[in-house]
Nanobody, 121 residues
C-alpha cells in the first residue's frame, strides 16, 4: 500500500510565501511523476505543477514565475515553493504521484488527502 502525506499549508497574507511538502511511502518500486493539484471552493480541481522522473516540469499559467516545484528522489518527496501568493491561490492543495509498486508492471495514480492554503488580502 502506498501513502502520500502532505504538510506545510496554512494561512498567509497576500505577497507571502509557503512551502508544501509531500512524501510518498509504502511498497514503492519507482515514481514516474509527482505534482500538485488544487481545488478552490466551487471550482474544479486543476493542475498547479508537476515533475516527471526525467525532470520535465509543467506549471499552470497562473503560477508561472511565482511557484517552483522540486523533488528529492532519495526521499520520495516533492516540494512546492509558493511565493508572491495571491488570494486567488486559496484552495485545498492535493499531492499526486504516479507510482509503480514493487512487483507491479504499470504505474498507479495516488493522491494525498489535501492540505488547505488560505491567502488573506
Amino acid at each position: 500500500q502506498v501513502q502520500l502525506v502532505e504538510s506545510g499549508g496554512g494561512l498567509v497574507q497576500a505577497g507571502g510565501s509557503l512551502r508544501l511538502s509531500c512524501t510518498a511511502s509504502g511498497s514503492i518500486y519507482s515514481i514516474k511523476a509527482m505534482g500538485w493539484y488544487r481545488q478552490a471552493p466551487g471550482k474544479q480541481r486543476e493542475l498547479v505543477a508537476a515533475i516527471t522522473s526525467g525532470g520535465s516540469i509543467n506549471y499552470a499559467d497562473s503560477v508561472k514565475g511565482r511557484f517552483t516545484i522540486s523533488r528529492d528522489t532519495a526521499k520520495n518527496t516533492v516540494y512546492l515553493q509558493m511565493n508572491s501568493l495571491k488570494p486567488e491561490d486559496t484552495a485545498v492543495y492535493f499531492c499526486y504521484a504516479r507510482i509503480v509498486e514493487t512487483g507491479a508492471m504499470n504505474g498507479v495514480d495516488y493522491w494525498g488527502k489535501g492540505i488547505l492554503v488560505t491567502v488573506s488580502s
